[in-house]
């Protein structure tokens, strides 16, 4: 089952990989792959359960594959110190505000189809 | 015999094997350590890393040799990449009840949270290389990290601000959000996912299962759209 999912998310990438090096060398082939693969289930209409298993247990372990480039920080350590505070204000200023933005949009956009529904 | 404990050391330190034993142990340390204690700070991942950062500075190993030695674990980053189609196919349902508010949100707010960090961080006085590890922040790791390898950024600095950027949302969001008056469960979840991506999507599962629901949306859109706009805006601009 595990196997038979894992094959099909390696084949997605690998024709993803294909597209990217023939037509779209701006989307990463992975990329791609998961576009081909929710078309495909699309298409479809349901999920497979040796898909669900695959993807289930992959993303489970998604933070542990996130160590190793994770860990490449260390070689950019420098390179984060010299720019320390224009690269922190610059996150935290635009998460606060977008945060904000979106909730207040959606809140907004929400009620407006609500009352549209009710007359 | 000190030279036997020496070349013990050595041989230990530079096993192929190496690599993948620390951040196997530090992974499962840093897991423990989140959901016995549930707190925000300790998102696994940051953890991990400083771990394994630690271990690997006092054994005097360099990034090159470890990555070298976690390859096997790096080539599963394409795969789980693949796999995020099946959670947004998943909740297809949910788009279609509100799939005005969700599209014009996602793009409008998309777009500001992505040129805001960019442009802040520019008008700070950044220099390019960080403007473009910092452009895909709002995205789920894997995803930014991915985009700024291809817009000519770095992939690791990507995954630290996403990182950042994610853990800050996860604690302050919910507060900032209320302040605002927002309380819609599904405009709070797509705030939190379009902004603080899978942390703040684990935030979100918190407050209730619809909001995470929302969370989990908006952060797999929010990470297609990114993927497939940033580096046609970046080819376009530059």
Same mark, same amino acid.
């Given at each position: 089952? !595990?196997? @038979? *999912?894992?094959?099909?998310?390696? &084949?997605?990438?690998?024709?993803?990989?294909? +597209?990217?090096? %023939?037509? #779209?060398?701006?989307?990463?082939?992975?990329?791609?792959?998961?576009?081909?693969?929710?078309?495909?289930? !699309?298409? @479809? *209409?349901?999920?497979?359960?040796? &898909?669900?298993?695959?993807?289930s247990?992959? +993303?489970?372990? %998604?933070? #542990?594959?996130?160590?190793?480039?994770?860990?490449?920080?260390m070689?950019?350590?420098?390179?984060?110190?010299?720019?320390?505070?224009?690269?922190?204000?610059? &996150?935290?200023?635009?998460?606060?505000?977008? +945060?904000?933005f979106?909730?207040?949009?959606?809140?907004?956009?929400?009620?407006?189809?609500?009352?549209?529904?009710?007359? | 015999m000190?030279?036997?404990?020496?070349?013990a050391?050595?041989?230990?330190?530079?096993?192929?094997?190496?690599?993948?034993?620390?951040?196997?142990?530090?992974y499962?340390?840093?897991?423990?350590?989140?959901?016995?204690?549930?707190w925000?700070?300790?998102?696994p991942?940051?953890?991990?890393?400083l771990?394994?950062?630690?271990?690997?500075?006092?054994?005097?190993?360099?990034?090159?040799?470890?990555?070298?030695?976690?390859?096997?674990?790096?080539?599963?980053?394409?795969?789980?990449?693949?796999?995020?189609?099946?959670?947004?196919?998943?909740?297809?349902?949910?788009?279609?009840?509100?799939?005005?508010?969700?599209?014009?949100?996602?793009?409008?707010?998309?777009?500001?949270?992505?040129?805001?960090?960019?442009?802040?961080?520019?008008?700070?006085?950044?220099?390019?290389?960080?403007?473009?590890?910092?452009?895909?922040?709002?995205?789920?790791?894997?995803?930014?990290?991915?985009?700024?390898?291809?817009?000519?950024?770095?992939?690791?600095?990507?995954?630290?601000?996403?990182?950042?950027?994610?853990?800050?949302?996860?604690?302050?969001?919910?507060?900032?959000?209320?302040?605002?008056?927002?309380?819609?469960?599904?405009?709070?979840?797509?705030?939190?996912?379009?902004?603080?991506?899978?942390?703040?999507?684990?935030?979100?599962?918190?407050?209730?299962?619809?909001?995470?629901?929302?969370?989990?949306?908006?952060?797999?859109?929010?990470?297609?759209?990114?993927?497939?706009?940033?580096?046609?805006?970046?080819?376009?601009?530059?």
């Open positions: 089952m !595990l196997l @038979r *999912g894992l094959s099909w998310l390696v &084949l997605c990438q690998l024709l993803g990989t294909v +597209l990217n090096a %023939l037509l #779209l060398p701006m989307l990463p082939g992975p990329i791609i792959g998961m576009l081909l693969l929710f078309v495909f289930l !699309l298409v @479809r *209409g349901e999920v497979g359960e040796p &898909l669900s298993v695959a993807s247990s992959l +993303l489970k372990y %998604l933070p #542990l594959i996130l160590v190793p480039p994770a860990v490449g920080v070689a950019y350590a420098s390179d984060i110190a010299e720019d320390f505070w224009a690269v922190v204000g610059a &996150l935290v200023l635009s998460l606060l505000i977008s +945060l904000a979106a909730g207040w949009l959606m809140q907004r956009l929400i009620d407006r189809q609500q009352r549209r529904e009710e007359v | 000190s030279l036997e404990w020496h070349n050391w050595q041989a230990l330190t530079h096993h192929p094997l190496f690599g993948i034993g620390i951040t196997l142990g530090a499962q340390l840093a897991m423990a350590a989140y959901e016995r204690t549930r925000v700070f300790l998102q991942v940051l953890v991990s890393m771990t394994v950062i630690g271990i690997l500075l006092i054994c005097g190993l360099g990034f090159t040799e470890y990555k070298r030695s976690v390859e096997a674990l790096t080539l599963l980053l394409g795969p789980a990449t693949v796999a995020l189609a099946v959670p947004l196919f998943l909740n297809l349902r949910r788009i279609r009840q509100l799939f005005w508010p969700i599209l014009i949100t996602l793009i409008v707010a998309g777009t500001l949270a992505t040129a805001l960090g960019a442009g802040l961080a520019w008008l700070f006085g950044a220099e390019q290389l960080m403007l473009k590890s910092m452009a895909p922040k709002s995205v789920t790791s894997p995803i930014a990290m991915l985009v700024a390898d291809q817009i000519g950024g770095i992939a690791a600095l990507a995954a630290v601000f996403v990182m950042i950027t994610g853990v800050i949302g996860a604690i302050v969001g919910p507060s900032v959000l209320r302040l605002c008056r927002v309380h819609h469960p599904a405009a709070v979840g797509l705030a939190l996912g379009i902004s603080a991506h899978a942390v703040g999507t684990a935030r979100a599962l918190q407050e209730s299962d619809e909001c995470g629901a929302f969370a989990a949306l908006a952060m797999s859109l929010m990470g297609v759209i990114t993927a497939v706009l940033l580096p046609l805006v970046f080819v376009l601009l530059l």
